[in-house]
């Protein structure tokens, strides 16, 4: 059973930075792929980033490139989500997922981590 585990969030101002933390664990395998989606209150849960298992493929949605970054960490099964210059309109709740063939389609979902930037 693969558990997603998200750390991190928390209330922030316009312009601060913030990291979330993914960690998994379970049964994974080298084809699986780690992503980020956020929901903003009464919006879509839209897609964010994604980066591959081994770390070598990495997406970054238009909407946050140039500001978020994703990473991970092979020793602790961690993939991190960096955010910088937040803005208001990042508020939202950011979910973790694990997507076991990288195809597109997320298997597992983390419970998700409040980030709420005040202006």
């Known amino acids: 059973q693969v558990q997603l585990v998200e750390s991190g969030g928390g209330l922030v101002q316009a312009g601060d930075s913030l990291s979330l933390t993914c960690e998994a664990s379970g049964r994974i395998t080298s084809r699986a792929a780690v992503g980020w989606f956020r929901e903003p209150p009464g919006k879509d849960r839209d897609f964010i980033v994604a980066i591959s298992w081994d770390g070598t493929i990495k997406y970054v949605a238009d909407s946050v490139k140039g500001r978020f970054a994703v990473s991970r960490d092979n020793a602790k099964n961690s993939v991190y989500l960096a955010m910088n210059n937040l803005k208001p309109e990042d508020t939202a709740v950011y979910y973790c997922?694990?997507?076991?063939?990288?195809?597109?389609?997320?298997?597992?979902w983390g419970q998700g981590t409040q980030v709420t930037v005040s202006s």
């Open positions: 997922t694990l997507d076991l063939e990288s195809d597109g389609r997320p298997d597992y």
